[in-house]
């Protein structure tokens, strides 16, 4: 891990994620009970504060408490800021989501690859070291392209991290 990367993001800080996407950039956020696109966008019956693709609103603050590194990994938990007891974990199907009440003890590891206009460029992996995937892409129902994050499938997706 370049030096630079480690001395900058080796630490707790807030900070929102964007998906790199054809030359530009899709916004993460968190679903919403009613989004809906047809029966088989989820898999599971879609509520609120999954890590989702697609919205026209900001990201969601994030909070990525530092853990640890290692030579190639930079290990956090993530909370959403400003509601501590929400924690990043994954279900057992493989989506991210934001638990309150479940105890979630993995941690996440953002794999740099490098640094780009202040911001850095990474994969998200979980704590076995599954990048997390985007799964087909939907329209809903005001054509927004949406699309679950998820560990066990889906197309691996590269991260645009902004500190904040």
Partial sequence: MEQTISTQYAESFRGR???????????TRLSRSGDKTDD????????????????????PLLEFRYISKTEDRLHYHIHLWGQPDKKL???RNGYLGFYKYAEVTDYWMI?????????????????????????????DEYQETLAPLNVKKGQI???DLTKY
């Fill in 111 to 139: 794999e740099p690859l490098h640094l780009l206009n202040g911001s850095l460029i990474c994969h998200l992996r979980d704590q076995s070291g599954q990048s997390v995937g985007a799964i087909d892409y939907k329209r």
């Fill in 40 to 59: 088989s966008f989820f898999d599971f019956s879609p509520g609120d504060d999954w890590l989702i693709l697609g919205g026209r609103t900001l990201p």
């Fill in 89 to 91: 974990g994954v279900s």
């Fill in 17 to 27: 994620l964007l998906m790199r996407l054809d030359g530009g950039y899709a916004n």
């Fill in 157 to 159: 997706v590269t991260f």
